[in-house]
């Protein structure tokens, strides 16, 4: 079975573009969430998603948005880009919304993303 | 609102050494935790988790981590490293709350030395 699949896998944007990213989870997983890796640092929340719907959201402008399909899979997309938005955008999936009591997230291998 | 330190930024070990790697958590009640490991330029690998019960918890690749609730710390351990085991490697605490978060450290990187 494929695991979680994100595309594109590298790309290069200019200061003030939009940048669409996206997610394909695991076979019948219907929760997707969105991390922002900035060189040097740990995984950094952005979204959760489940069954369509936003369920959380972490602490980051409005530049920062997404969506999930009926097919579950997710767009993250970020508009007037900075040059701080340099990062590895991580995608992961799981089963439910309760991403942990009795089930285990996974992430994707990321979509690296340089501002220039 | 819960937060990760691993205190080592990098760590150097020689190949069949043993390996400990530190992370305190700073949660309110008891935490999700986790271990995962990121090898250069790919995502994150699960090494193990804690939820409840048996406090000292095995992984893959023969990586365990001990739950201390008295120290707020689930630190990380390997009796023998291999070259392989070269990577970043992060600690993290799972909330849900509504929705699903994890909050990772900072990251230790491992270097294995011959």
């Known amino acids: 079975d494929a695991g979680v699949t994100q595309s594109p896998t590298h790309l290069i944007k200019t200061r003030g573009q939009q940048v669409t990213l996206r997610c394909s989870p695991i076979s019948g997983h219907k929760s997707v969430s969105w991390y922002q890796q900035v060189l040097g640092q740990g995984p950094q929340f952005i979204f959760q998603y ?32 900075l040059l701080g938005d340099s990062a590895l955008y991580l995608c992961a999936s ?23 | 609102a819960q937060s990760v330190t691993q205190p080592d930024i990098h760590i150097t070990v020689s190949e069949g050494a043993s390996l400990e790697l530190r992370c305190n958590y700073s949660y309110g009640a008891t935490p999700y935790l986790f271990w995962y490991v990121q090898s250069p330029g ?22 365990e981590a001990e739950f201390k609730r ?32 994890l909050t990772f450290g900072k990251g230790t990187m491992l270097l294995v030395s011959p």
């Not at chain 2, 790919?42 to 990586?63: A, E, H, N, P, R």
């Not at chain 2, 707020?72 to 490697?89: C, G, I, M, Q, T």
């Open chain 2, 42 to 63: 790919q995502g994150l690998q699960l090494l193990l988790k804690y939820f409840s019960g048996d406090t000292l918890v095995q992984g893959i690749k023969g990586f």
């Open chain 1, 50 to 81: 489940y069954e369509k719907e936003e369920r959380g959201r972490g602490n980051f402008p409005d530049r920062f948005s997404a969506r999930q399909f009926p097919n579950y899979s997710s767009e993250l997309n970020v508009n007037a880009l």
């Open chain 2, 70 to 101: 008295s120290q707020s710390s689930f630190n990380l351990r390997k009796p023998s490293v291999h070259w392989s085991d070269a990577a970043e490697y992060f600690c993290a605490v799972g909330e849900e709350s509504g929705y699903s978060t």
């Open chain 1, 94 to 116: 799981s089963a439910a919304a309760r991403a942990f009591s009795g089930n285990t997230i996974y992430f994707g291998e990321g979509s690296w993303l340089t501002v220039v």
